[in-house]
């Protein structure tokens, strides 16, 4: 096949495109999207639609949209748009050239100057909304670096972020540690984002865990700046876990690209826990000596990281310890006294602290509990109004 310029372009795939449509169609099932896993030029993907008849995504355009759905600040959101737009302009005038002089599509809102065309029309309205969504994010990246001392100050929130390679398993250890059945019992009520979600078993202090979008190797030079936005998260993080795929016979790259990225956005100074997981799929299926020799190797080149396979129940329950531990390494443990007359506050002692016994005696209960030192003597200003 031949584009626009008379360029042999993609042939093969067309014609693996064809022949799985009608592998697919065989089986009565349409296909609604084809995707490439590369970038190709505005006319190919046209050639290609053409050819095919369904909707046609390349590389960029399934990590834009990833980025779209991972991007939570404001920053991020404009960012990710900055990289959409980037990337559209070229299609649109791809899309106006392919329909013709007389078709040519409405792409844009508004009036057209005189003797301007559409595409040229969309092209400065997409040159004028990048150039004011910039300086809108020049304005936040100043606000956001207030905010964040802010937040530090506070030192309020446990938050874990997994960060990591993609494919290492952060969503599986997402899933583990917040209780799949939690959530999708919650989903309806579930005022938090998709991505963020309580740690389960909870914990005192209440732990959130939010899943990012994964690192990848390729990632296209136009999408470098949203990729980064799109981990503002991890930035408020207390706690990452940096999950590596132990198994991947590439992790040390892996993990050298991660850290050298979170340094690239500031993030090198928080606590960090590797994690390295997929132990289970080192070696050969079950070759437990191959992988009791990369455990070792792991443990003495990272002091102090976790070895694991997301798919081993206990290997679940000792990292949410682990997690637990770090929220809780700051807690003090007292004893706090409720007279009979100020029961309504057991359930506060509950809510806010970890209760490891309870006496019962004769003026009131004796709670022994483990929580944090401005929390208790709130509790403990709490109970002696009541008294
Ligand atoms: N064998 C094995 N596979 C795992 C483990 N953890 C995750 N996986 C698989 O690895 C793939 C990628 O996992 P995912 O959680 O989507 O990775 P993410 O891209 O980091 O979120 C999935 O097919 C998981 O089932 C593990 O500990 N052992
Ligand atoms: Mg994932």
Redesign the pocket.
Known sequence: MLDEDGRTTVDDTVENAKASTMATTSLDQPIDVIFVDHEISPSQARNLEKAVGCQVMDRTMVILEIFHRNARSRAAKAQVEIARLGYMAPRLREAAKLAGPQGRQRSGVGGRGAGESHTELDKRKIRDRIAELQLEITAMEVERKTQRARRQDRQGGANVALV??????????MRALTGSEVLVANKLFATLDTTVRTLYPESVPRVLVS?TV?FIKNLPHGLVASFKSTLDEALDASLLLH?IDA?DPGFERQLEVTDKVLEEIEAQDIPRIRVF?????VGDHGDTAAQAEREAALRDKYPNCIV????NPEDIAKLHKAIVAFFQRDLVEAELFLPWSAQQLRGAIFATCEVLAERAEEEGAFFSVRGEQAVLDGLRGQIGQVR
């Not at 990591?164 to 250890?173: E, F, I, Q, V």
């Not at 997981?277 to 799929?281: G, T």
């Not at 694991?308 to 798919?311: G, L, V």
Request: charged fraction near 20%.
């Open positions: 990591g390679y993609t494919n290492a398993g952060k969503s599986t250890l899943d994964g999950v198994s997981n997929k132990i289970d799929h694991m396979s997301a798919r």
